[in-house]
Structures are given as C-alpha cells and as structure tokens.
C-alpha cells in the first residue's frame, strides 16, 4: 500500500459524488471508477480525470486499489462485498447495507474472516447533531423515553421508480425495497442508534400511487429491548413533500428533529433522572406546567474527530485502525427491522428480531 489510501468506487449515480469526495480528502487516492453503462463511465472518466473501468472484476483484479466503494442498486451490495472482501479489499457501501439479512451475514463473515474494513455510508451517522442527541438520550437528559415516532413524508414520482441502471431495479423486490428500506433506512438507523437494540415489530406495507412491486407506504411499531416503543410511518406518495420528523418524548423532555436539524429540544426545571415513568410535578396547582429549561445541543459531546464523510473514515479505519461510524454487525440491525416489518405485513404478527 502507498501512503495514500486507493480508492475505486463502483456505481456512478450517487456513487459520482463519493468519488469526488475521495478527490477533496486528505489520505485518499481516487484510482479508478467503475460502471456497466459506459456513458456514465466516460463522462466520469473525462470530468474527474480518472480511470473508468466497466468489469467490476478487473477491479478486484489491481492492487493499487486497497477500497472498495459500493454505490450499486441495492440488492447488489453484499455480494459484490463479498467479492471484494475475498479479493483483499476493504469496503464500504452505501446504505441499505443489503435487502437481506442473510446476504448482511455473508459480507460480515467475509470481513471477519479476511480481516478487512466493512462500512456502511449512512450520512446522518457524520452530522454532530446526530452524536449530540444520541449523547443527549444517553446521559437522560429527557429522562427515561417513554416513545417516539417516525414520519417520513416524501414524494417519488413513477419515473423516479422507472428509471435507474438496470432500468427499474427501484421498484422490484429482487433488487430494491420499497419506502422503508431504500428512502427511511436512513431514520430507522437513526432510531435503532439512538433507543437501542429493537426487540419485535409488527407492519403493514402498501401501494398506493405508484406502478411497483416494493411499497409506498407503510406502518410499523418497533418494541425496543428497553420497553420504549417507536411508531414508524413512511411513505413516498406524499405531495408536497414534508420531508422526515422524528419525535421523542421522555418523562422530561422532548426531542423533536426535522430533516438533520433539531426543531425543539426542552425538558422541565426539574430533572426527574431517576428512571421513574412519572414527572415530578412541583407545582402544586392541577394541570399547571413545570418550568421548562431549553437544552443546547453543543452540551452534549460529539465525538472528537468525528469524520466528515465515509471516505474520511475509511482513510481513518484502513490507515490507523480507527472503528467507523457504521460498521457491518451496525448495518445489518435496520435491515433486521426492515425485513422484520416486511414479514409482519405478510403475516400480520409481531415478528422477533433474533
Ligand atoms: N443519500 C444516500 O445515501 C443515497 C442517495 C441515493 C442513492 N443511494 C443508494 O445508492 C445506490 C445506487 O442508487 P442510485 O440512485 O445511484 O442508482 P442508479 O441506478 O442511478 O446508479 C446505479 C449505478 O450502478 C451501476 N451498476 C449496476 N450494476 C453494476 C455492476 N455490476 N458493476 C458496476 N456498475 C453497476 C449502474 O450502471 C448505475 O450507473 C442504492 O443502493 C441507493 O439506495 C443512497
């Protein structure tokens, strides 16, 4: 390996974006890029000045390139991981991490058992505000959570779904699921980070505006291991968009956070931190309001060197041994809730995440 780290990112739809990330970041090395559809290739080769190479296994095949990066349709990620992992190259991928688990499980034995890097790119996980509301939820700022909730309210026309390479793998099952896992992965991720480890679910998917196999919409209710409920609602046939909110409320305190910025952020006078499920009223009077304290952000830590982008942290992982921000056992827990959701919805019964 050179000193800089040699990246190819492989997908050149958002994965365009990424490579010239790699171009802007200290310790990264843009080696190649690579994509079936040779226009996209070209002109990525002719704007960024960079090799373009169409067959993913002459990727794997050079040794100037110690990254893999993954920006395929999504049903694609883990195997093509695998491929790479077993062909000595880290990786790192855009989220979904996959829209199986058992694909999930493939790839993170395969970096087990080659000792490489497996990341997923879930961009909310390099936004400090996201670190300070987990550290805020942490420390009980809010006191204990009673519940939250999801609502992811987008708009995707029909020729969102029927366009991509291959044209439309965003509205088949084999290649892509529908709102849940491929627009509100990213809050679920979210949500999973920020309550804990999810116990069950029970959902119901459905079509209602658009020509495609996936859903778009759905609605579930996450039990967390902590007894804290979360009610998901995510849909992409919302016109206007409203775009994403997530809301929780602690015995203490409220949390309310729209589209990576938080909206309100208040909990009462009187810190009620002992894990109790009733706040402790002081004032005497019936229904009358605690004191409220506005709670800053930035009191809460972030992480010290919290890398800007996955390429940073990439650098970071594969030259000095630094965890990323999402790693392969992190990734696979939404897919467990997606998948868990989806199988709700056939059976209309709670579903364990195992
Ligand atoms: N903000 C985000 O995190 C974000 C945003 C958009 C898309 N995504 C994810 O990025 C992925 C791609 O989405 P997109 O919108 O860029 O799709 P897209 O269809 O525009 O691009 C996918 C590209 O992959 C290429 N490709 C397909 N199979 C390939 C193969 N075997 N080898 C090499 N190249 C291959 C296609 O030719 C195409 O150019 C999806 O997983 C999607 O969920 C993430």
Partial sequence: MTDEVGFAIVGLGMGRGRAEMCNETFGARLVAVCDIWEERGRAVEEALDVEWIRDYQDVLAREDIDVVGLFTPSGLHCSMAVEALNAGKHVCM????????????????????????????????????????????????????????????????????????????????????????????????????????????????????????????????????SETQAAVLTTTCSFPDLGTVIEVNGVNGTICWKDQEITLFEATQTRNVDGGHRPNYVHPGYMQQPESVQLKPE????????????????????????????????????????????????????????
């Fill in 94 to 225: 855009t989220k979904p991490m996959d829209i199986r688990v058992a694909a999930c499980n493939a790839a993170i034995q395969a970096a087990e058992a080659n000792d490489l890097v497996l990341a997923i790119d879930f961009e909310s996980r390099y936004q400090a505000v996201n670190h300070q509301i987990h550290a805020a939820l942490q420390s009980g700022a809010i006191g204990s959570i009673i519940f939250a909730d999801l609502r992811m309210k987008k708009f995707r026309g029909q020729d969102y779904y029927d366009s991509g390479v291959p044209e439309g793998w965003r509205s088949r099952r084999s290649t892509e699921g529908g709102s849940l896992a491929n627009q509100a992965v990213h809050y679920v991720d979210l949500l999973q980070w920020w309550l804990g480890p999810v116990e069950r679910v029970v959902g119901s998917t459905g079509t209602f505006a658009h020509n495609i196999e996936t859903e778009d919409a759905s609605i579930s209710l996450l039990q967390f291991e």
């Fill in 299 to 354: 009191d809460f830590a972030t992480p010290e060197e919290l890398p800007a982008n996955i390429i940073e942290d990439m650098v970071g992982a594969v030259v000095e041994g630094k965890p990323v921000q999402c790693d392969g056992y992190e990734g696979r827990k939404t897919v467990q809730i997606i998948e868990a959701v989806y199988e709700s919805s056939k059976t209309g019964d709670w579903v364990d995440i195992s």
